[in-house]
C-alpha cells in the first residue's frame, strides 16, 4: 500500500512536471523562459539576465521598465535577434532565438521582428528620404517595386508621416523622424515592434505622438508592441506594464478600464511576478519597510499567503532599539546629572 | 554625407579622397615600377649588346660541306661524281633557317641581312707575291651569298652572276675553254675571284692579277694548282659588319706567326655566284665549310629580357632546327651556335644582382602598403558601422553589407586605379613586362575588397564572441609563443636569405626578398613588449608631478593598445626602406667615384700616344703648358714601358720624380699614398730602390736588374716597399715605380728620359684648354677625364634607371608613412575628440589640450621611429653580403654598403616633421566650439 502510494505520488509529480513544462507560454507570442545573459566586460562577468521569465501574448502593447542596468536592453536585443542568451530558452512567434541559425536569424529579423532605437540617428540612413529609408527593408527582403511603393505609402500614410515621405531625416523633427522609425520597422508586416525609449530624446507633446503611432501600429495594424520605456507617461498609457529588476521580472502593473481624455488608463493593479520556481520579488519598499531581510515567515492562509518578518530577528532588532533608545534616555539622565 | 558622392560610395568626401588617393598611388607605383625595371635592363642589355663585337649580335649556323652534299638526295652532279649545291638550295636552306629562328624572344634582322659562305682550306700560293717578305701566303677562297651588298666595287668587274664557260689554264698561263673531252682536263682549274683593297695593296694585285695556289689532294687525284684570276677590286660598305668581321683575314692579310720561324701571310678572296660549282668541285676534296650567318636585332624588340633570351638561345643550340622539304636532310648536319651567349652571361649576373636589389624595396613597400590598406579598410568600416548596423538591423545579411561596401569602394578606387594606371603608362612607355599588371590588380582588389572584409566581419551577429580567449591571448602565454614563433620564423628567413643570396644562379626568392620585412618583425615586437613598460614608468613620473596634460595624455597612450601592431609595422617597414634605399645610392656614388679613380688614375691622364707607339713621348712645352692650365694644383709626368728582369719576366715600369708624384697621389683618392723617401738613391752602383706591387715583388727576387728595349741602362733594384695600386696605372698588374734619377739613357749623345704620360689633379681643371693642348702640342696624344668617367658611371642607364626606382620607392615610403600617421590620428580622433571635450568642460586650456594630444600620440611615433631607427641601422649587415653592388660601378672593388647617418638621418627627419604637421593639425586652435556638438553626440 505504501508502495504503491509512493510510485502513484511520483507519477504525479512527473506528470506535474512535463505538464508544466508544456504548458508555460503555449500560445503566447513571446515566451522567455528562464533566460540568462552572460556578459564577460573587461575579465569580469555581468548577469545581465538571470533567469527571467516573460510571457506576452499576441496584440499586447506591453511596456517595460527598469532601472539602468536591470536587463531591459539586453531583454531587448535578444527578442531582436540581435544577441543570444546564454541560457534558458526564448520563443518568438515560435522561432526559437536560442537555436537558430544565422540564415533563420537573418530571416527572423526580416520578417518577424521591427526594432526602433531611442536615438534618431540609429534609426534612419541620413542620406536617404523617408520613403526611400523604408523601402530599403521591403528591398533588403527582396520584394518588387510595386509591392515597396504600395507598402511604404500605406505605412507613410497610417502613421501620419506621408507629407515627410520625399525629405530627409535632417528635414524632419525628432518626431517626425520617430515615426518614420516606426513605419521602417514594420515594413516587413513584422509579428512583433520593439522599441527601445523611443521617446527617450523628444519632448513630452512629441513623445506622445510617437506612442500614438504605436497604439495606432498596435490597434491596426495587429502588431504586438513592446516598449522598453523610463517615461512614466507612457507607462501611464499601456494596459500592461512589466518591471524588471536585477535581471528578472519582478513586478507586473496591470490597467483596467478606458483611457480618459489624455490617454491615461485608469485603474492601476501591481502585482509581483510569480516565476515559475515560485520565486517572487517583493517590493523594497515593503521589505525595507517590515525589517524584512534574509528569511521571511511563510504562513498558507486559506485564501493568500502571509509573509512575515523573521521573529527572532524582529525581536533582536527590537531589543537593540530598545537598548538604544535606554542608552540613549541614560546617556540623557547623566548628561543631566552632569549639569545638576 | 548628403553629396552626391557621398551617396553614391556611402563615405565622407575626405574617406573617399583618401582611398582613392592611396589607391591612385599604389596602382601607379605597382604599375611603373616593373615597366620601369625592364626599360632600364632592357636598354642596358642593349647597350651591352651594341658594345660588343658585330659577330657577336648573331646566330652561325655551320656544317661541313660534305654532310651536306651527302644528306641532299639530289643536286647538280660535279666532276667527280659528288652533288654540288646551288644557290637555290643554298637560298631555301637560308629562308627555312631565318624562320626557324625567328621567333619567341629571339629577334633576328630582315632576312636581307643574312648571309652564307662557303670557304676553302688555307691553299698556299704556289708563286711568291711581292710585298709578302719571305713569308708564304695562304688563301681562303671565300663564296659568299649575297655577294655584293656588303661591298662595292672599286677597280675591275664583279664576277656575274652566270658561271663562265668551263674553263682550263695551261702551265704557261694560256686558258682555254673546256669542251669536255680530252687531255684538256688535265689542265688546271681557273676561277674568278675579286679581293679587298688592302689585299690588293699588301700584294700588289689589280685586276687581271693571277694567284696560283695549290688545291686539295683528293681520292682521285694528287694536289694540282688553281689559278686565282682576280677580276675587281673591292671595298667594304661597313667595315664593322659580320660580312667582313665574321673572317677578318678576307679584309685585311694578317701575318700569323706561330714560332719565331713559322709564319706566313694569311688572306682570302672572294667568289661569286658564278663560281659556287667550281669552288665546290676544286676545294670540296679538302674539306669546304658552309656556315650561314643571321644577324640579331636586340634594338627591335623594346622590352628585351635578358633570361628569356637566354634561353631561346640555349635552346636554339641544342635543339636541330626544324627544315622542310627538300632540305629537310640538311638540318641533322648544322650546328647552332648563339654567338650572344657569351655576352649574356655577365649580363644576366648583373640583372640578378639589380633585381635582388629592387625586389628588397618591392616586398617591402608592398607589405607597408598592404597594412596601409587594412588600417584604411579598418577606418571606413567604422565610419560606416552606424549605417552598416542599421541595415543590419533592418535584415541585411552580410553579403549584403559586404556589397553595399564594396559598391562605395569600387565607387572610389575604380576610377583612382585606371588613372593611377594610365599615368604609369605614360610616364614610363614601353611594353609591360610579364604578369606586370597583376601587382596593380592585386591593389584593386585588396582595396575595394578589404573594407567589407571589415564591415562583415563587424557586423556579423549575434556578438557573443568569448572574449576571454582573446583576452588570454593577448595577455598569456598564447600571444608569447605567437611572438617567439614569428621571431624564429623571421631569423630563420634572414638565414635562408643570407645563404641564398650568396650562391650563384638562385635567382630572386620572394621569401627571402623579405628581408626588410623579417628584421621589422623582431623590431616592433620588441617595442611593443618595451613600450607599455616605459610608458608605465613614464606615467607614474608624471602623475607624482602637477599638472593634468601630461598625465591625461599619457594614460591615454598607455590606454591605447597600439592597434596591435600594424601602424608600428608600417612605419617600421617605410622608415626601414627610405633609410635601405639611402645607403644604396650613398654607397654606389661613392663606389662610382672610387671606380672612376681607377679607371682614370687621375683627373686628367694625358697620353703620348692613343696607340702606345712604342717610344712615343711628350714635349716638355706640352708638359709645362698642360701643368699651368687652371685648375690643376698637382701634377707629375711619369714614363711607363715594359721592363724586364735578367730571368725573362716582365714588369711594368713607372719611372716618376719620387717628390712630385708623391704629391699627386696625395691628392687622388683610394690610392696608397707614396712615400717618396724610400724611394732615396744610394751611392752609384748600389741597387735603386723601387716600390713595387705584390706580383712584380714576389718576381723581383734580391738582386734582380731590369732592363727595357728603350735606350737607357740596365737598373739593379731591390723592393724598398709593396703598393697595392697607384694612379699611373690604374689597371694593376705586376708594376714597379724606380725614381728618375736612377735611369740613365745609353743613347748617343745621351738624351734626357721621355716622359710618355702626365697625370693631373685638381677639382676644377680646364677640360677645353687640356684637350686643346693635347690636340695641338702631342699629336697621336689623347687624355682621359675623370670626371668623364663618373658621368659615365653616373648617367648608365642601369643606374640612371635604378635610381630612378629608388626615388619611386622613396616617394612611396614617404606616402605610407604619412598615411599611416593620418589614420591613426584618424582612427583616434572621435574618442580622442569626446575625451578632451570632457576635459574642456572641467576646465581643460587649449595648451593643455595641446600636450594632452601631443603626449597621447607621440610616444607611439617615438617608439616607431626608434624601432625604424634599429631595422635601418641592422639592414646593412645583414643584407650586404647578399647584394653586389659593384654591378653599378662596373669595377671589381666591392661597394660598401653601411648606415651612414645622413641615410638614417632623414627619414627619421621627415617623420618628425610629418608627425609635427599632423599634430598640428589635429591640435589646431578653434576646437572649442566642438565640445558642445561632441558631448551632444554622446556614447
Redesign the interface.
Known amino acids: 500500500m505504501g508502495d504503491a502510494m509512493a510510485v502513484s505520488e511520483l507519477d504525479a509529480l512527473s506528470s506535474a512536471a512535463s505538464a508544466g513544462h508544456a504548458d508555460y507560454g503555449e500560445g503566447a507570442l513571446i515566451v522567455c523562459d528562464r533566460l540568462v545573459r552572460i556578459y564577460?566586460a573587461e575579465?569580469i562577468e555581468v548577469q545581465a539576465l538571470q533567469g527571467l521569465d516573460l510571457v506576452v501574448s499576441s496584440g499586447e502593447l506591453t511596456a517595460l521598465v527598469g532601472a539602468s542596468g536591470s536587463g531591459k536592453s539586453t531583454l531587448i536585443n535578444i527578442l531582436?535577434?540581435?544577441?543570444?542568451p546564454t541560457a534558458g530558452s526564448v520563443r518568438v512567434a515560435g522561432h526559437d532565438l536560442a537555436a537558430m541559425s544565422?540564415r533563420q536569424?537573418?530571416g527572423y529579423?526580416?520578417?518577424v521582428v521591427g526594432?526602433i532605437w531611442q536615438q534618431t540617428?540609429?534609426?534612419?540612413?541620413?542620406?536617404l528620404t523617408a520613403a526611400q529609408n523604408v523601402d530599403?527593408?521591403l528591398r533588403?527582403?527582396g520584394a518588387g517595386r510595386r509591392a515597396r511603393r504600395q507598402r511604404t505609402g500605406e505605412l507613410l500614410d497610417v502613421l501620419g508621416v506621408a507629407y515627410c515621405a520625399g525629405r530627409?531625416p535632417?528635414q524632419m523633427s525628432g518626431g517626425e523622424q520617430q515615426r518614420v522609425a516606426i513605419a521602417?520597422a514594420l515594413?516587413?508586416s513584422p509579428r512583433v515592434l520593439l522599441a527601445d525609449e523611443p521617446t527617450g530624446e523628444l519632448d513630452s507633446v512629441t513623445a506622445g505622438a510617437v506612442f500614438g503611432a504605436l497604439q495606432t501600429a498596435n490597434a491596426e495594424l495587429g502588431v504586438t508592441v513592446l516598449v522598453v520605456t523610463h517615461d512614466p507617461a507612457v507607462s501611464s498609457m499601456v494596459r500592461r506594464v512589466i518591471a524588471i529588476r536585477d535581471g528578472r521580472t519582478s513586478t507586473e502593473t496591470l490597467r483596467h478600464g478606458a483611457a480618459d481624455g489624455s490617454g491615461e488608463l485608469g485603474h492601476a493593479v501591481e502585482y509581483a511576478v510569480l516565476d515559475r520556481a515560485g520565486r517572487l520579488q517583493l517590493p523594497r519598499e515593503m521589505t525595507e519597510s517590515l525589517g524584512m531581510r534574509d528569511r521571511v515567515r511563510l504562513e498558507a492562509e486559506p485564501d493568500h499567503i502571509g509573509v512575515w518578518p523573521d521573529q527572532a530577528r524582529r525581536a533582536g532588532v527590537a531589543a537593540d532599539a530598545t537598548a538604544a533608545d535606554s542608552g540613549t534616555a541614560a546617556d540623557r539622565e547623566s548628561s543631566a546629572d552632569g549639569d545638576a | 554625407m548628403t553629396s552626391l558622392l557621398g551617396r553614391l560610395t556611402g563615405m565622407r568626401l575626405v574617406a573617399a579622397a583618401a582611398l582613392a588617393l592611396l589607391t591612385l598611388g599604389a596602382v601607379f607605383a605597382a604599375t611603373a615600377a616593373p615597366r620601369k625595371a625592364l626599360a632600364t635592363t632592357a636598354q642596358t642589355l642593349r647597350q651591352t649588346v651594341a658594345a660588343a663585337p658585330s659577330l657577336s649580335q648573331s646566330i652561325t649556323v655551320s656544317a661541313p660541306w660534305s654532310s651536306i652534299e651527302s644528306s641532299l638526295n639530289f643536286g647538280v652532279s660535279g666532276s667527280q661524281g659528288n652533288k654540288l649545291l646551288t644557290g637555290n638550295q643554298i637560298s631555301e636552306i637560308t629562308t627555312q633557317l631565318h624562320g626557324d629562328l625567328n621567333h619567341g624572344p629571339v629577334h633576328l634582322a630582315p632576312a636581307a641581312a643574312d648571309w652564307m659562305s662557303m670557304t676553302s682550306p688555307d691553299a698556299t700560293a704556289l708563286s711568291k707575291l711581292p710585298g709578302s717578305g719571305v713569308a708564304p701566303v695562304k688563301f681562303e677562297v671565300s663564296y659568299r651569298q649575297p655577294f655584293s651588298q656588303d661591298l662595292r666595287l672599286v677597280a675591275g668587274r664583279l664576277p656575274g652572276p652566270v658561271p663562265p664557260a668551263p674553263r682550263r689554264v695551261t702551265p704557261n698561263g694560256n686558258v682555254f675553254p673546256v669542251n669536255g673531252a680530252g687531255p684538256q682536263l688535265y689542265f688546271y682549274p681557273l676561277i674568278d675571284v675579286v679581293v679587298t683593297s688592302q689585299t690588293a695593296a699588301r700584294f700588289s694585285l689589280h685586276p687581271g692579277s693571277r694567284i696560283v695556289v695549290s688545291g686539295p689532294e683528293s681520292a682521285f687525284s694528287a694536289s694540282r694548282p688553281i689559278t686565282l684570276e682576280v677580276t675587281g677590286i673591292v671595298a667594304p660598305r661597313d667595315p664593322s659588319a659580320t660580312f667582313w668581321t665574321a673572317d677578318g683575314t678576307v679584309l685585311t692579310p694578317q701575318l700569323e706567326v706561330l714560332s719565331p720561324t713559322v709564319y706566313y701571310w694569311a688572306a682570302g678572296v672572294l667568289v661569286g655566284a658564278s663560281e659556287l660549282a667550281a669552288v665546290q668541285q676544286d676545294f670540296a676534296s679538302g674539306g669546304l665549310a658552309a656556315q650561314w650567318l643571321f644577324p640579331l636585332s636586340i634594338g627591335s624588340s623594346g622590352g628585351v629580357q635578358a633570361q628569356p633570351l637566354d634561353d631561346a638561345l640555349t635552346r636554339l643550340s641544342t635543339q636541330t632546327p626544324a627544315l622542310t622539304g627538300d632540305v629537310a636532310p640538311v638540318a641533322a648536319d648544322v650546328t647552332v651556335t648563339p654567338n650572344l651567349l657569351p655576352a649574356l652571361g655577365p649580363f644576366l649576373a648583373t640583372e640578378q644582382a639589380v633585381d635582388t636589389l629592387l625586389w628588397l624595396l618591392y616586398v617591402s613597400l608592398a607589405a607597408a602598403c598592404l597594412v596601409v590598406f587594412l588600417l584604411t579598410a579598418r577606418m571606413i568600416a567604422l565610419r560606416r558601422s552606424a549605417e552598416l548596423a542599421i541595415r543590419r538591423a533592418r535584415g541585411a545579411s552580410l553579403r549584403q553589407i559586404a556589397a553595399a561596401t564594396a559598391l562605395g569602394t569600387a565607387l572610389a578606387c575604380g576610377p583612382a586605379a585606371v588613372i593611377g594606371a594610365v599615368l604609369a603608362v605614360l610616364v614610363v612607355p614601353g611594353p609591360a613586362p610579364g604578369g606586370g599588371w597583376w601587382g596593380p590588380a592585386g591593389v584593386l582588389v585588396i582595396a575595394i575588397c578589404a573594407p567589407p572584409a571589415f564591415a562583415g566581419w563587424q557586423q556579423r551577429l549575434p556578438r557573443h564572441r568569448p572574449r576571454r580567449r582573446s583576452a588570454r591571448l593577448v595577455t598569456g602565454w598564447g600571444r608569447l609563443v605567437a611572438e617567439a614563433t614569428a621571431i624564429a620564423a623571421a631569423v630563420a628567413g634572414l638565414v635562408v636569405f643570407r645563404q641564398q643570396g650568396t650562391q650563384p644562379g638562385t635567382g630572386v626568392n620572394l621569401y627571402t626578398s623579405a628581408a626588410p620585412v623579417l628584421i621589422a618583425i623582431p623590431a616592433v615586437i620588441v617595442v611593443l613588449r618595451v613600450y607599455p613598460l616605459l610608458l608605465r614608468a613614464a606615467l607614474l613620473g608624471a602623475a607624482r608631478r602637477a599638472g593634468a596634460p601630461a598625465f591625461v595624455g599619457l594614460a591615454r597612450a598607455a590606454r591605447t593598445r597600439l592597434t596591435p601592431a600594424l601602424p608600428a609595422f608600417a612605419l617600421v617597414l617605410a622608415l626601414s626602406v627610405a633609410a635601405f634605399a639611402g645607403m644604396v645610392r650613398t654607397a654606389v656614388s661613392s663606389g662610382d667615384v672610387r671606380a672612376s679613380w681607377q679607371a682614370s688614375g687621375a683627373d686628367a691622364t694625358i697620353s703620348a700616344s692613343v696607340v702606345q707607339t712604342p717610344g712615343a713621348v711628350m714635349d716638355p712645352a706640352a708638359l709645362r703648358a698642360a701643368e699651368a692650365v687652371p685648375g690643376v694644383t698637382h701634377a707629375a709626368a711619369v714614363w711607363v714601358d715594359t721592363w724586364t728582369t735578367g730571368f725573362g719576366q716582365q714588369v711594368t715600369g713607372i719611372v716618376v720624380d719620387p717628390a712630385t708624384y708623391a704629391a699627386l697621389v696625395a691628392a687622388t683618392q683610394t690610392y696608397p699614398h707614396v712615400p717618396a723617401g724610400l724611394l732615396k738613391t744610394g751611392p752609384a752602383g748600389s741597387a735603386v730602390p723601387v716600390l713595387a706591387s705584390p706580383l712584380a715583388a714576389a718576381e723581383l727576387i734580391s738582386g734582380a736588374t731590369l732592363t727595357t728595349q728603350s735606350a737607357v741602362d740596365p737598373v739593379p733594384v731591390r723592393v724598398a716597399g709593396v703598393l697595392s695600386g697607384t694612379p699611373a696605372l690604374p689597371a694593376g698588374g705586376a708594376f714597379v715605380i724606380i725614381p728618375l734619377s736612377a735611369v740613365h739613357s745609353n743613347a748617343t749623345p745621351p738624351v734626357p728620359v721621355g716622359f710618355n704620360k702626365l697625370l693631373l689633379a685638381g677639382a676644377g681643371i680646364d677640360t677645353a684648354r687640356v684637350t686643346a693642348i693635347v690636340r695641338d702640342m702631342i699629336p697621336g696624344g689623347g687624355v682621359t677625364f675623370r670626371s668623364d668617367i663618373l658621368n659615365s658611371l653616373t648617367t648608365a642607364p642601369l643606374q640612371h634607371g635604378t635610381f630612378d626606382l629608388f626615388a619611386l620607392a622613396l616617394a612611396v615610403a614617404a606616402g605610407l608613412g604619412i598615411a599611416v600617421m593620418l589614420l591613426e590620428l584618424a582612427l583616434g580622433a572621435a574618442e580622442r575628440e569626446a575625451t578632451l571635450a570632457r576635459l574642456a568642460v572641467m576646465g581643460l586650456g587649449e595648451g593643455q589640450r595641446a600636450r594632452v594630444v601631443v603626449l597621447e600620440v607621440l610616444p607611439a611615433v617615438v617608439a616607431a621611429a626608434v624601432a625604424g631607427w634599429a631595422c635601418a641601422l641592422a639592414l646593412p649587415s645583414i643584407v650586404a653580403p647578399a647584394i653586389d653592388l659593384s654591378v653599378f660601378t662596373g669595377s671589381s672593388a666591392a661597394v660598401v654598403l653601411s648606415p651612414g647617418a645622413a641615410s638614417v638621418g632623414w627619414p627619421l627627419a621627415a617623420l618628425a616633421v610629418v608627425a609635427v604637421a599632423a599634430l598640428a593639425i589635429e591640435i589646431r586652435p578653434g576646437q572649442r566650439g566642438r565640445v558642445a556638438a561632441s558631448l551632444r553626440v554622446g556614447e
Open positions: 564577460l575579465g531582436a535577434g540581435l544577441d543570444t544565422a536569424r537573418l529579423r526580416r520578417s526594432f540617428a540609429r534609426n534612419l540612413l541620413p542620406y530599403l527593408p533588403l527582403a530627409r535632417d521602417v515594413a516587413n
